[in-house]
């Protein structure tokens, strides 16, 4: 399927048409009109239609959209059947969470190497990984050539690690530390989760709110 | 402070201007022009001006911005010396590992409880609060009056909870849970974090790249 450049928000939206169409088809919807969709996620039709003309359109006039066709086919665009392998660095709390909690596969991923530096986790496993030392990292790599790294790090260890990382052929990054990676390294692929820019977003909302209440 | 609607890209911003100013006066940091602030976040200096203006503008012709000054006023602004009683549901790994990874008083927040329905659970402690059964909510909700729910609980269950958890004066949610919360409750304050659509956003984006490579 050729490609066009597609604008931020509309990926942004892919993910979520995916979640609501599979939601849909678990509820044994067959097909569904952009309005109706549109209602069900807050959007507006025209908007969704506007989303899927990006990729070709997927609609017929007067039939709405097929829901399992629809999915099978954002699935594709998005990756879901791939399998990139993927190291998470980093098995503290919130890293033993991500490998535990999602659901890679899921996504097109595939977690298989965890690496930590603190020698007292070292050997012990979650999510059935042993839990490797950063020594390891080199000679896994040239291995089993993992294309993405879940970063888990305090924001002080982030950029090192991402730059050895990069020359270990590491192509994206889900980056949960504190550190704004993307800025010195422009050509990898970042995915930014920043738990506590988040959090400070919904104090802002909340304060506001009361504020103006 | 009287404040204007501020868009949400803008007000997306500010949690990572406080963290870059930051960073600045732990680096010791006096001043700074737009153009180096700018520079430093991969934003150019009009998006900052123009941005700060939102809130009345804090610079001076020719002087830059004051960091720690700055610093403070953002601070002000996004509430971080607010202290809203917050309540955790679900205290799996992924709410263990928020509970005690995310640094909530940072946030003009304070974790006052913790809830889950698994009773091999209840009784144990997490973050220095012990995990307390959902049927203790009401009592501890009208004792306390929480303000904000982080709801790290299976998307089946969030619609319920949540409802219930408006019932009992919460405003503003953290939603992990991979439910849309805000759809049936527009009233409330939603923050996201949608981790699976994350993954997807990732895996999409190395996908893409990929292909036009």
């Known amino acids: 399927m050729s490609k066009q450049i597609i604008s931020t928000p509309v990926i942004r939206r892919l993910p979520r048409y995916y979640r609501f169409l599979a939601d849909l088809e678990q509820e044994g ?17 025209s908007q969704i239609r506007q989303d899927f003309n990006c990729f070709g359109g997927f609609g ?24 990139t392998g993927v190291i998470l660095i980093g098995a503290g709390n919130l890293g033993k969470a991500i490998a ?5 596969t899921k996504r097109g991923c595939e977690l298989i190497g965890i690496f930590d530096s603190n020698p007292l986790i070292q050997g012990t496993s979650t999510a059935n ?3 490797m030392p950063m020594e390891s990292l080199d000679n896994f790599c040239s291995q089993y050539h993992p294309e993405a790294a879940v970063l888990c790090i305090p924001k002080d260890a982030a950029q ?30 970042v995915e930014n989760v920043h738990l506590g820019d988040s959090l400070l977003t919904l ?3 909340m304060h506001r709110n009361e504020e103006q209440a």
Do not use: T
């Open 29 to 45: 919807v067959i097909r569904i009109s952009s309005g109706e969709l549109a209602q069900r996620m807050g959007l507006s039709a």
């Open 60 to 83: 017929q006039q007067g039939y709405g959209y097929h829901v399992e066709e629809l999915r099978e086919i954002i699935g594709e665009i998005l990756g879901v059947h791939k399998k």
């Open 100 to 104: 535990s909690h999602v659901d890679f």
């Open 129 to 131: 990984l042993p839990i």
């Open 160 to 189: 090192k690690i991402a730059d050895r990382l990069i020359g270990l052929g590491i192509k994206g990054f889900w980056n949960f530390s504190h550190y704004d990676l993307r800025l010195n390294n422009p050509d990898v692929i």
């Open 203 to 205: 104090s802002y909302c």
